[in-house]
């Protein structure tokens, strides 16, 4: 009997033995771990501050309190390019950015509104300080195979916790959800990871470390149902915003698309970029590309869509040749596309050949009809050369029409236009809402609304007066 008890003494300890071993043996460096360490370096935890007065004039002269935000960003260009939500900085007067190492090591800068689209809720920041190395761009996946159950991450600033760190799984796809009387989301993925206030604009990632939503808002009274915009409907918008037409006045012409190879769920989706032709007597046009061609790379760009050829392109001046590696019947070849200059409505290479741009900007027609301005975005390199002046922002006059409110109001050609009927007109986006504004004014007092508008001219503020809605009386500025 004792002998029987000592082996089975024997074989317990055994047993306890194996199962600590086994317990230990389990992998602490899950792949939801390595997803997070992929991923963080690329997070951007984003603290903003406007002033609390009525309207953020910029001809206001009292003190003002501010009011404190915060959000996320994902950085998408190695130059300090990032999204986030358009609710995020909507009309803020400062964003900062906190960043954070593979090594934890954390750094904070000031960035800059770059684009936004408020209607799918998304906007373009950059951040203007020096790094001593290049910016981790976030991984990006793809929406177009996601799973219900698929376990995903969230990462983002939650109520200012910087880096916060939740997982769930996919509750839904497609959702459409209205957020306000006038907000409204359309196929949103859904999900149980802890969304809060200061996630917007940050990523949610699936087990590879990729992102696949941008999340976006949660259910208010609800537990655990969060929703975030599919990866692949945001990189469409965000190649608008950071289209080189846009940010340099440059031009290629290319009509390409992005497609998304599912082949099965235990394979990795093949996001690539294809050709579907060229504007005719474009740079591309004579380029030598086809329809049919999968470009993979420009210049120094691995090239996955839309948002990575444009931001290869970014930069460059016209006449720059950039080298394009693309893919023809499964073989790689390499061409050169020659970038154009874009003036709304013919461009030229250095080489002088005449290439056709694209229709004009709805914004700068109704400017030039409205008001009678042609305007252009400030470069950041004049907007601190203008002298003593408190205003450094602002857009640059390039034409006024003859007899048009502007005409008669006194502005000139070469005049920065920084304020407009009390706001700051920094944007294309800000002079639309303020004639969106003049506009419901206008019908609401069936009169004409008279807008005050300040300039810089010659390093000088100079002030004046503008109607909108009928013949503008003269009120002109000194000259």
Request: aromatic fraction near 6%.
């Amino acid at each position: 009997m004792i002998q029987r008890c000592s082996i089975c003494k024997l074989w317990s300890a055994l047993i306890l033995l194996a199962g600590s071993t086994a317990v230990s043996a389990a992998p602490r460096v899950t792949s939801d771990v390595l997803a997070v360490r992929r991923t963080r370096p690329s997070v951007g935890n984003i603290h903003t501050e406007k002033a609390a007065t009525p309207g953020n004039s910029v001809f206001a002269t009292e003190k003002s309190k501010k009011i404190n935000g915060m959000g996320t960003g994902i950085m998408i260009d190695e130059r300090g390019y990032m999204v986030t939500n358009y609710h995020v900085i909507a009309d803020v007067d400062m964003i900062r950015v906190e960043l954070e190492d593979e090594n934890r090591m954390k750094a904070s800068y000031i960035a800059r509104r770059i684009r936004t689209d408020k209607e799918h809720d998304l906007a373009i920041i950059k951040i203007d300080g020096t790094s001593p190395k290049p910016f981790k761009v976030m991984p990006c996946g793809t929406s177009s195979d996601l799973m219900l159950c698929e376990r995903v991450i969230a990462i983002g600033n939650a109520f200012g916790y910087d880096g916060t760190v939740t997982t769930g799984i996919i509750s839904s796809l497609e959702r459409n959800v209205e957020a306000n009387d006038t907000v409204s989301y359309k196929q949103l993925i859904q999900t149980d990871a802890a969304i809060n206030p200061g996630n917007s604009g940050g990523p949610l990632i699936n087990v590879n470390g990729e992102v696949i939503g941008i999340n976006v808002a949660i259910r208010a009274n609800a537990q655990k149902i969060g929703f975030a915009i599919p990866i692949d409907d945001a990189r469409k918008i965000i190649a608008k915003m950071i289209s080189i037409e846009l940010m340099d006045g440059t031009y290629h012409g290319l009509i390409a698309k992005d497609v998304v190879f599912v082949r099965d769920f235990d394979s990795p989706p093949i996001r690539t970029f294809v050709v579907d032709g060229y504007q005719a007597d474009s740079p591309a046009a004579i380029s030598g590309l086809q329809a049919g061609d999968v470009i993979v790379k420009a210049g120094q760009v691995d090239v996955f869509d839309a948002v990575d050829f444009e931001r290869a392109l970014l930069h460059r001046r016209a006449g720059d040749a950039i080298d394009v590696t693309y893919k023809r019947n499964e073989k790689l070849d390499r061409t050169k596309l020659t970038l154009a200059q874009y003036t709304g409505g013919r461009s030229s290479v250095t080489s002088d050949v005449q290439v056709t741009a694209r229709a004009n900007n709805d914004d700068s027609d109704r400017f030039w009809s409205q008001l009678g301005l042609r305007l252009t975005v400030l470069p950041s390199s004049e907007r601190g050369s203008l002298g003593k002046t408190r205003h450094v922002k602002g857009m640059r006059v390039v034409d006024v029409k003859s007899g048009s409110p502007a005409d008669v109001s006194g502005i000139h050609k070469g005049d920065i236009l920084v304020g407009l009927a009390k706001w700051e007109t920094a944007s294309v986006e800000n002079i639309t809402w303020i004639l969106n504004w003049a506009g419901n004014e206008t019908v609401a007092n069936a009169q004409p609304t008279q807008m005050r508008f300040l300039v810089v001219r010659a390093q000088e503020e100079r002030e004046g007066f503008m109607q909108i809605g009928q013949p503008p009386r003269t009120a002109a500025i000194g000259n």
